[in-house]
C-alpha cells in the first residue's frame, strides 16, 4: 500500500514510533449494494478506506479515496460513526493507531475497478451477501446502511 508522503516525513523523525492517524471509511451504497474492494495486502474485502492527508476535510477525503481506489464518483451524505481502531504494527514494525471515522456515501456514477494498484478487485456486493466481510467491517456497513440519522460515538 503506498505510503502517504506527509507519514513518510514523520516516521523519518520518529523511525517505528507509535503515529496516531486519522482515517475514514467511505461506506457507498447503490440501491441494496455496497462498493467493496479486495486489499492487495490481506486480501480482505472491505469498503474503501484511507488516511485524511493534512488539512483535509474528512467527508472529501472519503470522496477521493473512493475515486482513487475504485474509479467511483460518490458523495457522502452523513457521518455514521467516529471511533478508534486498536493499536496496530505492520509488518516493517511501524506502529500506528487510527480515529475512523465513517461515512454514509451515495454512488453517483463510474465502474468500479482497481484503479491505483492497493485493491486487487472493486464491486458490488448485496447488503445480504457479507459473510465473508469481517464482522467489524460489517458492522460499518450495516450500519450505514440503516442510515440512524445521527452518528454513532463510542463512549
Same mark, same amino acid.
Given at each position: 500500500m ?5 507519514v513518510?516525513?514523520?516516521r523519518a523523525?520518529i =523511525?517505528?514510533?507509535p503515529l496516531?492517524l486519522? =482515517? $475514514?471509511? *467511505?461506506?457507498?451504497? +447503490?440501491?441494496d449494494e455496497v462498493?467493496? @474492494?479486495?486489499?492487495?495486502d490481506n =486480501?480482505? %474485502?472491505?469498503?474503501?478506506?484511507g488516511?485524511?492527508? #493534512?488539512?483535509?476535510?474528512? *467527508?472529501v477525503a472519503?470522496?477521493?479515496?473512493? %475515486?482513487?481506489e475504485?474509479g $467511483?464518483?460518490a458523495?457522502?451524505e452523513?457521518? $455514521?460513526? @467516529?471511533?478508534?481502531? #486498536? #493499536? ?5 514494525g &511501524?506502529?500506528?493507531?487510527y480515529?475512523d471515522?465513517?461515512?454514509?456515501? +451515495?454512488? $453517483?456514477s463510474?465502474?468500479?475497478?482497481? !484503479? &491505483?494498484?492497493?485493491?486487487s ?6 447488503? &445480504? &451477501?457479507?459473510?465473508?466481510v469481517?464482522a467489524e467491517?460489517r458492522?460499518r456497513?450495516?450500519? *450505514?446502511?440503516?442510515?440512524? =440519522? !445521527? ?5
Amino acid at each position: 500500500m503506498p505510503t502517504p508522503e506527509f507519514v513518510l516525513s514523520l516516521r523519518a523523525k520518529i =523511525g517505528t514510533d507509535p503515529l496516531w492517524l486519522s =482515517g $475514514v471509511t *467511505a461506506v457507498v451504497l +447503490r440501491g441494496d449494494e455496497v462498493l467493496l @474492494v479486495r486489499r492487495a495486502d490481506n =486480501g480482505h %474485502l472491505t469498503p474503501v478506506t484511507g488516511i485524511i492527508d #493534512p488539512g483535509e476535510e474528512p *467527508a472529501v477525503a472519503a470522496e477521493r479515496e473512493v %475515486l482513487e481506489e475504485a474509479g $467511483v464518483v460518490a458523495e457522502a451524505e452523513s457521518l $455514521v460513526w @467516529v471511533h478508534t481502531l #486498536p #493499536p496496530m504494527e505492520y509488518d516493517n514494525g &511501524d506502529q500506528a493507531q487510527y480515529l475512523d471515522i465513517v461515512f454514509r456515501c +451515495r454512488y $453517483v456514477s463510474g465502474e468500479p475497478h482497481p !484503479a &491505483d494498484g492497493e485493491n486487487s478487485e472493486a464491486l458490488w456486493r448485496r447488503l &445480504d &451477501d457479507l459473510a465473508d466481510v469481517s464482522a467489524e467491517m460489517r458492522e460499518r456497513i450495516l450500519l *450505514a446502511a440503516s442510515n440512524p =440519522g !445521527a452518528a454513532r460515538f463510542e463512549r
